[in-house]
């Protein structure tokens, strides 16, 4: 425990940026709750697509059965929407892109989000894996700046990710990773023993940020 951690109140040194985001790393590390407390205190519409059913505090609970207006007026307004889909995978993916649709279509028809929208999906890998390059994730990340929407993509394994996906995004959000993810960082010409080390000696739920350029870290939501 020797790497000093930067505790932040919030992150919007990343979230202010423009581009998509991808937040990656191994289990229980703070993936989650660091993507969804952040964004709680933006002043922006977000929805978290939560198909693990996290805890989101201060956000509003939707499902199936909620109104699609209802939920759309609500972003529009800059609430948090927690949306829970039906737990079968198949059902779930429906929803997804069901949702993302309705998003969409309201981002397209009426000139996009003024208060800016960010749409988190977790465990993206499950519904945009490699070869799905129809998914409306890939309209948030090449088209959604345009219209004030963010997509945040959360991923365990980023190498089950469809690849145009993650080269749409701009920031990545590092938090503790392993052997298995030396391919995806030496991707970005990123040194992974280096990085590795870094999270052996840094405290837990730290991350890096990655902007393309520039390593920086490592971080530490302090809520
Ligand atoms: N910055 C933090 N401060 C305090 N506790 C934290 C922090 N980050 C995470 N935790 C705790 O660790 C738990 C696990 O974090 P989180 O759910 O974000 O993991 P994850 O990386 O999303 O894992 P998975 O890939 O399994 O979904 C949280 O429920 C919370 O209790
Ligand atoms: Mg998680």
Not at 136 to 152: K, L, S
Not at 199 to 208: G, I, N
Request: aromatic share 12%.
């Amino acid at each position: 425990m020797s790497i000093k951690c930067r505790k932040v109140k919030d992150l919007n040194f990343v979230w202010d940026l423009p581009g998509s985001k991808h937040v990656t790393g191994i289990t229980r590390h703070g993936k989650t709750f660091t993507v969804v407390n952040s964004l709680a205190q933006v002043q922006a519409g977000v929805l978290f697509f939560n198909c693990q059913q996290e805890d989101a505090p201060g956000y509003i609970r939707a499902d199936r059965y909620t109104d699609r207006g209802q939920i759309i007026t609500a972003l529009k307004a800059g609430h948090k929407i927690n949306y829970i889909p039906i737990g079968h995978q198949g059902m779930a993916e429906l929803e997804f892109e069901c949702l993302l649709m309705s998003v969409i279509t309201e981002a397209m028809g009426r000139g996009g989000y003024k208060k800016k929208l960010y749409v988190v999906m977790d465990e993206i890998q499950d519904f945009c894996p490699q070869g799905n390059k129809k998914s409306n994730a890939h309209w948030i990340a090449r088209r959604g700046q345009r219209f004030g929407i963010t997509g945040v993509y959360i991923s365990q394994r980023p190498q089950e990710i469809e690849k145009v996906l993650l080269s749409q995004c701009e920031q990545h959000i590092i938090f503790k990773v392993n052997d298995f993810y030396i391919p995806y960082l030496n991707s970005y010409r990123l040194p992974g023993d280096e990085i590795k080390s870094i999270f052996d000696q840094a405290e837990k739920y730290s991350f890096l940020v990655y902007d393309g350029l520039k390593l920086e870290g490592p971080f530490k939501l302090d809520v």
